[in-house]
């Protein structure tokens, strides 16, 4: 059974920093993309960052540029986002999430994605 696992998520201060992490089981995905997506109370999920297959590039939306990092880790099956000077519009719930595609091209689309974690609280406050 495959399964996605979030953790790192929390109550923060306006400009501080979390780091979250997903660690997938159940099979490898050393080969697809993975990437964060978020959803805040009321709006549409959107994406975040997404990292390559062999973590060379990565990708982020506008919001997410020049504040957050998203790295894989050793094994493969593990990413991470570092969330720097975070902000109040930060709040939402974060999803890891696998694409199903070996090799391809860093989505933003979520219906590129098939498999989702249960998603991870973040919470700044001002």
């Known amino acids: 059974q495959v399964q996605l696992v979030e953790s790192g998520g929390g109550l923060v201060q306006a400009g501080g920093s979390l780091r979250l992490s997903c660690v997938a089981s159940g099979r490898t995905f050393s080969k697809n993309v993975m990437g964060w997506f978020r959803q805040a109370p009321g709006k549409e999920r959107e994406f975040v960052a997404g990292i390559s297959w062999s973590g060379g590039s990565t990708y982020y939306s506008e919001s997410a540029k020049g504040r957050f990092t998203i790295s894989r880790g050793n094994p493969k099956n593990t990413v991470f986002l570092q969330m720097n000077s975070l902000k109040t519009e930060d709040t939402a719930v974060y999803y890891c999430?696998?694409?199903?595609?070996?090799?391809?091209?860093?989505?933003?689309?979520?219906?590129?994605?098939?498999?989702w974690g249960q998603g991870t609280q973040v919470t700044v406050s001002s």
């Open positions: 999430a696998a694409d199903r595609r070996m090799l391809g091209p860093i989505a933003t689309l979520g219906s590129e994605y098939e498999y």
